[in-house]
């Protein structure tokens, strides 16, 4: 019997953290894609299983929904080592993960899609890329400086707060142009995400 | 002995949601005041008070900082009735707030901003106002939405997502120019909220 369902937009960060989540606690859930502007987001938006109407969405074995993509880590993180014990270290946590979606991924995400998706060209003025990529540099910055000389955003091992901003940090280069060669100790921790055991990549 | 110190922009719906939590409870916190473009918010930035270069940032009594609304929230709202105990409408509760920060923030306090803050005026071109108009209807209408024939975002009393939610919403009228009566159940939830007891308003 099927446990949950996750609504996953394959080509998103925000999906991907969800998706990589599950693949590293081993738990198994059914995915159905919904590409962003494809029938399939249409007709999940229509059938009421995307509340604020975007993905990602955990549908609950019980029909119960939880949309956006943070809420979703908490969710599935209760009872895991990546959600610290330390009350203190809980709560830095969460302050990165609302950073990562009030600032971060309103820049970095943003001019990844402006650059990945054709429906978005016509947005992807000379203009906006410009103030997008000052802008990120600033907030890829912050990033650095925390991650200089320490492995992980919070406390001694990985957090929920590493896979919310790896969703997006590491296609900031591939798919933002970035210039992550301006960030070594970012490259760093992305390659310590990528080794973790049943870490799984964006497309896998 | 002073318990903790509050970073807190004293025009940002941001920095209220958590001096409103604080007379709610009836916490004592010093507060320092760090508004837009002051002297003050440039001090804080040089001596390292805002790690993410914006208020609010709560410092505990020991020193160690908390940045970001909803993490204070979080924080403060340790073993209040305002976290609920049952884990499913916890996890509902952080989806409005991650919702807040990443959609409605961005939209509704924005354009307040733009109309509010002589600063900002350049930026407040007819045509992003307009965009910014539009977005937030949806994004208000969610909101209408689920309001509309119960008292409170989650479960059935006042949680931290009511609280991250009125910051902005509860100037959108006055600040962001919205139409407000298309929105009879936001209104009623907002005068819920300005009749509990110990409640301060943005300016108290």
């Known amino acids: ?22 693949a590293l606690i081993g738990r198994d859930c059914a995915i159905v894609d919904v590409e962003d ?3 399939e987001i249409a007709a999940a938006k229509a059938a009421g299983r995307l509340p604020f109407g975007k993905a990602p969405v955990l549908e609950l074995a019980d029909g119960r929904l939880l949309p956006e993509s943070n ?7 209760q009872g895991t080592a990546f959600i610290p014990g330390d009350a203190y270290q809980q709560a830095e946590m969460l302050s990165w993960m609302f950073w990562e979606q009030n600032q971060h991924e309103g820049v970095i995400a943003v001019r990844g899609a402006l650059l990945f998706y054709p ?20 907030l890829l910055q912050i990033l650095e400086d925390r991650l200089a000389g320490r492995d992980w955003l919070v406390g001694e091992s990985l957090s929920l707060a590493d896979l919310a901003l790896y969703g997006y940090t590491h296609t900031a280069g591939s798919r933002g142009q970035y210039d992550m060669s301006r960030f070594p100790a970012i490259n760093r921790w992305c390659d310590r995400i990528a080794a973790l055991p049943g870490y799984i990549g964006l497309y896998d």
Not at 1 to 22: D, F
Not at 71 to 77: E, F, Q, R, S
Request: net charge positive; hydrophobic share 40%.
């Open 1 to 22: 019997m099927k446990e949950m369902t996750l609504y996953s937009m394959p080509s998103s960060g925000n999906s991907y953290k969800v998706r990589l989540l599950l």
């Open 37 to 39: 502007s494809s029938p």
């Open 71 to 77: 809420a979703i880590l908490m969710w599935l993180g």
């Open 119 to 138: 429906s978005r060209k016509t947005l992807a003025t000379p203009e906006r890329l410009a103030e997008l990529l000052e802008r990120g540099y600033g």
